[in-house]
């Protein structure tokens, strides 16, 4: 079975500096994997997503993710954090076993930016 | 492209009504729609999945007499909550994936249900 775990709960940065959310995920198959991004009160925002491509993934806004495969990784990057960045993010992992391909989310990961 | 709307964006309703909230995939057919529920500074927890012109596919514990989905046509899907209670107040969030776009999911910006 597929799951996901994202490793700080919390992230601060300041305004310029690079960001790093951190995410492992297991799989038992070739997993298709995302970065959602969620600001208050809203829907969700594909960032960017993984399908057995280009190991390093762009994204929109900057960021980026580079799939691991042999540390089970796949963490989500930017070189500058802006203000406009202040998000909750979620790693998530397509259950590509199962026939409905449901995705599985991690617990989320608060992204603070301080000026 | 690929942009899901939800309406109302937000409801309060009294305890034992009911209340009806709409999914439309704006740009795309969507033959599959999914149903989440978030509470407040957790993650998303799916609900339920529905094809279009299927019955819709329940998970675990989410009671299907309780939160009614239809998938009449490729463009709309409903999530109705009866005889809502407070402990139904939560954030319901629709995705939809189909249309050519791959497995993707794409949201939709959400409803928040206040049940008083």
């Known amino acids: 079975a597929q799951s996901v775990t994202q490793l700080d709960s919390h992230v601060s940065v300041s305004e310029g500096t690079p960001v790093l959310l951190r995410c492992n995920y297991s799989s038992s198959y070739s997993p298709s994997l995302f970065w959602y991004v969620q600001h208050p009160n809203k829907g969700l925002q594909l960032l960017l997503k993984?399908?057995?491509?280009?190991?390093l993934v762009k994204g929109i806004n900057g960021f980026e993710a580079e799939f691991k495969k042999s540390e089970t990784s796949f963490h989500l990057t930017k070189p500058s954090a802006h203000m406009s960045d202040a998000a909750e993010y979620f790693c998530v992992v397509s259950d590509t076993g199962g026939a409905t391909n449901k995705l599985i989310f991690g617990t989320g990961t608060l992204l603070a930016v301080q000026p | 492209g690929a942009v899901v709307s939800q309406h109302p964006s937000w409801v309060i309703c009294k305890s034992g009504t009911s209340v009806k909230i709409e999914c439309r995939s704006l740009d795309f057919q969507a033959t599959t729609m999914f149903w989440y529920r978030q509470f407040p500074k957790q993650s998303l927890m799916l609900m339920a999945t529905?094809?279009?012109?299927?019955?819709?596919?329940?998970e675990q514990g989410v009671e299907k007499d309780k939160f009614l989905i239809n998938h009449a046509s490729l463009t709309l899907s409903t999530l109705t909550v009866t005889s809502a209670h407070p402990e139904d107040s939560s954030f319901y969030i629709c995705s939809a994936r189909g249309g050519g776009l791959g497995d993707t999911q794409y949201f939709g910006p959400g409803t928040r249900l206040t049940v008083l």
């Open positions: 993984y399908t057995s491509a280009a190991t």
């Open positions: 529905s094809n279009e012109g299927s019955k819709a596919t329940y």
